[in-house]
């Protein structure tokens, strides 16, 4: 207990899914939490979107562990949005050590000339630009803090190997690859330490849909869970369809700790071997 204790983490993407489990195992080791989302529909996801009751939940979640935890709606496409609301965190918590830029989304699928400029584009907007904006913003707080710090970026499997018919998502979360290596060195000299973090298929809303069973079962006309996890299965070296998003609070845990305080500029997968594919 207490690995990361008497830190503030900043989360995006926090109302649910891999963010408020993020949330909840840092504030488990000792941090207190800056928690945003946005809680609005964004043209072509295949699912609803967190709700203010379930960030409410992630509030609840971490104020149960005896952390405090300031939470609020930003838009990560919103350089001005995601600025304010970290300020206005970092004003009541009183200073920022961990960032995990988690906020993402998928899309509609479909081969790469086929995809709308809307698809596309609010696809780059939220998984790459809004992984920028994160960091834009936190950089300055990290800075001053004068004791170092750890930023996170949520990419995926995708962002380390190519995969048909998500050109959009393959290539925003490449960028977020190039973005981080580009971090870390630009932020060596402050002792400001950038990874990121490559799941394979993990076990949250934004997998757990019909227009991701349809990717991967297209003969059937509503395909379920268990028609996808054969094929989720078939993508892994071990014998799992999926992890959980614990898996993942796990890694972002370790980079956030001083037990990773000279691992910095890594590509972090956790993966279930299906890089090895």
Do not use: C
Not at 258 to 276: I, K, N, P, W
């Amino acid at each position: 207990m207490g690995r990361v204790e008497g830190k503030v983490a900043f989360i995006t993407g926090a109302a649910r899914g891999q963010g408020r489990s993020h949330a909840i195992r840092l504030a488990q080791e000792g941090a207190d939490i800056i928690a945003v989302d946005l809680m609005e529909e964004i043209p072509g996801a295949p699912y609803a979107p967190a709700t203010e009751a379930e960030l409410a939940e992630t509030v609840k979640a971490v104020e149960a562990l005896d952390r405090r935890i300031v939470a609020s709606k930003a838009d990560v496409r919103d350089f001005d949005s995601i600025k304010k609301a970290l300020d206005d965190g970092v004003a009541q918590l009183g200073r920022l050590d961990i960032v995990s830029a988690n906020a993402g989304l998928s899309t509609q699928m479909a081969p790469a000339q086929e995809l709308t400029e809307e698809i596309w584009q609010n696809m780059i907007a939220t998984n790459l630009t809004g992984v920028w904006h994160t960091a834009k913003a936190a950089i300055p707080h990290l800075k001053a803090g004068g004791h170092g710090g750890s930023l996170i970026l949520t990419s995926s499997e995708a962002g380390i190997k190519g995969f048909g018919n998500v050109a959009h998502y393959v290539s925003a979360k490449h960028g977020v690859v190039g973005l981080m290596r580009s971090l870390a060195l630009e932020l060596a000299p402050d002792f400001i330490r950038v990874n990121s973090i490559h799941p394979t298929q993990v076990d949250t809303d934004m997998i757990m849909n019909e227009g991701t069973y349809k990717l991967f079962a297209p003969d059937k006309e509503h395909p379920t869970v268990d028609d996808f996890r054969p094929a989720s299965q078939s993508l892994n070296a071990l014998p799992i369809p999926w992890v959980e998003a614990v898996d993942i609070s796990n890694a972002v845990l370790f980079l956030a700790s001083d037990e990773s305080r000279y691992v910095t500029g890594v590509t972090l997968a956790v993966d279930a071997g299906a890089f090895l594919l």
